[in-house]
């Protein structure tokens, strides 16, 4: 309730400025415009209001969607009453009419006008943003969840696969968008896009330039254990030397490397899941040869469970290998790819088991990691678990150099997925021998 009586007060205090004002009244009339005429003015009158907000001016923004754009709670308490009186279906409209904020059909007229899905997703960034420090705001953000997962339904999203022939802005937005695995160039983004590697990307009609979230694809022989190899620039042979051409085989494993979301205002709206399968059909059509479809995932979250972790809540052979393991790390602090190299075997050991017992123990709690979670809810099996197979500073901090394969199998994903909801992690023979006790 003090959330309640906070926010009211903000949005009081910031109807003293003029700017602000006009802005709170351009979404009052244009939420209760009722001919299509004024409509377009009113949003882009909206759009071009927020635009010019200061940060605490934002958060005001947000804390008088809360209160003013609320339900109308005596009308949904007569409402409700009509309908526990006469549970009827129009009874039953009248109240899911009256329970909708109308700060959902405030957004709703925003996105027609041009600039308004941008301008919503920039709105949802800075909503987040204040709901760290502010209370109260959960409700504008599970409205514009509510909406956004509606208008990026994969259904709406246009499927591409990128190329070095795409336009020279998109690609810049590939670089500057990759998350997992850095591209530091364009020779290194054209080696990512050469022919036996994919990008494909989801974009939607509203944001036509804009990818909304890409995938990157390696073509190979057999699973990797590591990622160099992927990403790593062709080792070029001096002409006098150069060996007498063979010919390669075709590619028998699509290997989904990194996966990158550009876009912060869709968090929470399911997308990679949907262009994963996609590409993987995609591929299966285009490259017939194709035989096994799995990732080279990073464990963003190992190093930071096993920094917290209990050892009286762990198995008496987990508890004796995080001991044995962290005792290993904190000598060799901060710890370099030279160190993962010279690795005692139970050292190794001790990671191998650790990391894997994290991965399916702990997937389903407070401390999971969220790539797994991602790959398992999406059907996929952990496969293997790899030490070594990521040296950069990004993989050292993260998992200790620790890389994993999640296996899509496509006619056993729905199953997969179905058990992962059941709380059950499902994972390759060859790993029992870390998660037994």
């Known amino acids: 309730m003090m959330s309640w009586k906070n926010l009211l007060a ?40 927020w635009n010019g907000l200061s940060a605490d001016r934002q958060e005001a923004f947000f804390a008088v969607l809360a209160t003013e754009f609320a339900p109308d709670g005596d009308a949904v308490k007569a409402a409700a009453q009509a309908y526990i009186t006469e549970p009827s279906p129009d009874a039953l409209t009248t109240l899911s009419g009256v329970t909708e904020p109308p700060r959902q059909e405030l957004f709703r007229r925003i996105n027609r006008t041009t600039g308004g899905t941008a301008t919503l997703l920039s709105m949802r960034v ?65 080696r990512r896009l050469e022919s036996d590697r994919r990008c494909y990307a989801f974009f939607h009609p509203q944001l036509p330039n804009e990818p909304l979230i890409f995938v990157e694809v390696a073509l190979t022989q057999e699973i990797p254990g590591e990622i160099a190899p992927l990403i790593a620039l062709r080792s070029e042979t001096p002409p006098a030397k150069a060996a007498k051409p063979s010919k390669v085989p075709p590619p028998t494993t699509a290997i989904f490397y990194s996966i990158s979301n550009c876009q912060p205002g869709l968090r929470g709206v399911s997308l990679g899941n949907f262009l994963i399968k996609r590409v993987a059909e995609h591929l299966a059509s285009e490259v017939n040869s194709l035989k096994t479809y799995c990732t080279l995932s990073p464990v963003p979250g190992f190093m930071r469970w096993l920094d917290k972790v209990d050892a009286t809540s762990l198995s008496a052979k987990d508890a004796l290998a995080a001991d044995r393991l962290k005792s290993w790390l904190a000598v060799h602090k901060p710890l370099s790819a030279n160190h993962v190299q010279l690795m005692p075997a139970d050292v190794k050991d001790s990671l191998l088991r650790l990391c894997t017992s994290f991965l399916v123990s702990h997937s389903h709690s407070a401390f999971a990691d969220p790539v797994a979670r991602f790959h398992l809810d999406n059907g996929a099996r952990l496969e293997a678990v790899h030490v070594g197979a990521d040296v950069s500073a990004k993989g050292l901090k993260q998992s200790a150099s620790v890389m994993v394969n999640y296996l899509y199998d496509l006619g056993a994903v729905e199953a997969r997925h179905q058990a992962f909801v059941s709380e059950e992690v499902v994972y390759a023979n060859a790993l029992k021998k870390w998660v037994k006790a």
């Open 10 to 49: 903000l949005s009081k205090r910031a109807k003293t400025d003029g700017g602000f004002t006009r802005l709170v009244d351009a979404c009052h009339q244009l939420v209760s415009e009722r001919g299509q005429a004024n409509l377009y003015a009113l949003a882009t009158a909206v759009v071009e209001g």
């Open 126 to 190: 800075a909503l987040m943003a204040c709901m760290k420090t502010r209370k109260g705001l959960n409700a504008v953000d599970a409205d514009f969840l509510h909406l956004l997962s509606s208008w990026f339904n994969p259904g709406f999203l246009r499927f591409e696969p990128v190329s070095w022939g795409s336009p020279a802005a998109l690609l810049e937005k590939i670089i500057q968008h990759e998350a997992v695995h850095a591209i530091d160039s364009w020779t290194h983004l054209r």
